[in-house]
């Protein structure tokens, strides 16, 4: 059984799952936890925090109580994977009961304790998919418990800043989306369409180029490039011609996006053909940061303004030669020099904690100047 | 029961059902019978003709002595719906094995009196495919018959030339593909690798693009466009947000690909975005060809040698003010002036029978040389 510690005052604020030192209590002397969970796409996974209840600053490190991973409870992911089998709504549900109690008996706590869940969730697009999700949760937890449904890239967010929501997020790994928040809570995003609506930042989006390269190359529609060797090499295939069939036979987008090392590898080599696919990839992001940073005003009037820019996903963490994150922060810079990239230092399950507790302490705080 | 009448001599040859006329002979006093059939992604055509087995000249109007129509017998069809439900390989089978009895019944004929038999079908992108599609038929036919399999574009071709393979046919639907034959036989194709792989100019490309176009503009990336009015009121939507769930509830290209007119018709009205998304469309569809030109040289060494290009498939048979056909033929014709457009006169099935006749013909040539 995972209990948990409590030290404070730093901000420089890292994951660390605590053992030992049964049941403590909160820093503030209650036994209150949250959780967070995030609801991907191929897996669910969920965090318990200490509430917090009165204390401003986070403790370093932060203690996590308890994690459990489990299946997809997403039922209609959009935007990431959505050939994939999805698991019924009741099914989906079941998971996301079975992981909330198996996190909550890790921290040797149970329902009672929570005071907040925050889901975040990737195919929340419109008041009623966080509608339907919030009915979910509120048939599992008493009235009082308070439940708040985001979109997965509202958590990510909130995993670089700490579950502030000021800045913007840039999330590029199968699909990709950029959302943004201003200090007054309005809220912007731009991309998280799926392919078939022009994520062409996308690891889906990239590979999806590359692939195209490689036909109009065999076909005589356009350059030669190192990207068909490359493929084929990795998809073991002998022609482009079988490309068609590799491509249909499993229209997975995330199986299409994880090519994206080849066309790295490429454009490394200096591959004209793939080099354009990720500047143009890079640009495609960093149009979707500006034109959120734009509509906020992130960057205040005289566009110099400092402003998070929080980098989640495979696509700009790629940690190679040709970086595309950096390509994408130097193209948002171009334009505003305040944009102060961030790499998140925990899982968006614990930016979704961390989020729940920031709504719980702003409502705490409202309630008592009402 | 439709029977077949003959007539004679005219080179400008028009598909025709006749009827009345009772169990008549072919033109050459046989009563062997030829089947093409066109295997769709929607519909399975079949349609059958006398074997003609001596005469150098088509007779007009062409006799189509029955026709037969049912569903899908395409097990794979790759680059227009993939995401469809195929029937089984078992069903397609039986699909394909009914649509010809019934089609053979309606001409008052029977197995026995199959010469030839050619189908035309979508997904036919290697060796593999077709040989497993012409082992259906061997089950079907006796050894004596002459079997051919062969990409829905070459019988598309075959409608356009009444027969003759020479040329090139562009198809642009819901999909898109161009193919061509040189006189020597040497063939080559272009695009035909469905949107993943960048199909740009078929219908879906179109759509997906105008879709994405909408978005764009909503999300700050993009100019606006007519297309948001036009295309959500197409849909009884409210907001582009909504365009998400549209497009994933149900991933049918030819569902997304149906969306083409909107774009027209914003084009028509001067929208700049709809306006290019439609000239890079038909530029597309003009590489496509001009690519298998190159290859095959159809414009002989000087480059001005005249050559067919057969016209198919809703997105070049607008009939708007915008014509998307007429834009692709100016582009080719600006790099091949030889290029001669083509509009088919019977449909794909009837292509199938004449390109099987085309090839009865051709070997009992060569029998007779050597």
């Not at 490039?225 to 079988?242: G, R, V």
């Amino acid at each position: 059984m995972n209990n948990y510690g409590v030290s404070n005052g730093d901000s420089n604020v890292h994951e660390k799952q605590v053992e030992g030192n049964d049941h403590c209590e909160n820093g503030d002397g209650s036994n209150g936890v949250i959780l967070g969970v995030d609801g991907g796409a191929t897996s669910t996974v969920c965090v318990c925090i200490p509430s917090f209840s009165s204390s401003k600053t986070l403790p370093y490190p932060l203690p996590i109580l308890g994690r459990a991973v489990s299946g997809c409870s997403n039922h209609n992911s959009v935007g990431v994977t959505v050939h994939i089998s999805y698991p019924t709504e009741n099914a989906a549900r079941d998971t996301l009961e079975e992981v909330m109690a198996e996190a909550l008996s890790k921290s040797g706590s149970d329902w009672s304790a929570v005071h907040a869940v925050c889901l975040g969730v990737s195919g929340v697009n419109h008041p009623t998919d966080q509608e339907r999700i919030l009915n979910w949760l509120r048939e599992i937890f008493p009235s009082h418990v308070k439940l708040y449904v985001q979109n997965d890239a509202v958590a990510a967010l909130a995993s670089g800043t700490m579950g502030k929501l000021h800045g913007c997020v840039l999330i590029a790994g199968t699909g990709c989306i950029s959302y943004g928040f201003a200090e007054d809570g309005r809220e912007a995003r731009a991309s998280g369409a799926g392919p078939v609506l022009g994520d062409w930042g996308s690891g889906y989006g990239i590979a999806a180029k590359a692939l195209t390269a490689v036909i109009r190359a065999h076909d005589g529609r356009g350059p030669q490039t190192m990207l068909t060797n490359k493929i084929l090499k990795a998809l073991s295939l002998s022609s482009p011609d079988e490309l068609i069939g590799w491509t249909y036979a499993d229209p997975s987008w995330a199986r299409i996006a994880a090519l994206v090392p080849e066309v790295v590898s490429c454009a490394e080599a200096c591959d004209q053909v793939a080099t354009k696919i990720l500047v143009d990839a890079a640009q495609d992001l960093a149009l979707s940061v500006k034109a959120v940073v734009q509509r906020l005003q992130l960057c205040g009037e005289d566009g110099n303004g400092s402003f998070p820019v929080v980098m989640v996903g495979g696509v700009l963490e790629a940690n190679r030669t040709w970086d595309i994150g950096k390509e994408v922060v130097k193209c948002i810079q171009q334009q505003f020099p305040g944009a102060h990239p961030i790499t998140p230092q925990v899982e968006p399950a614990v930016g979704a904690a961390l989020l729940a507790r920031n709504f719980l302490m702003k409502e705490s705080t409202e309630n008592y100047h009402s």
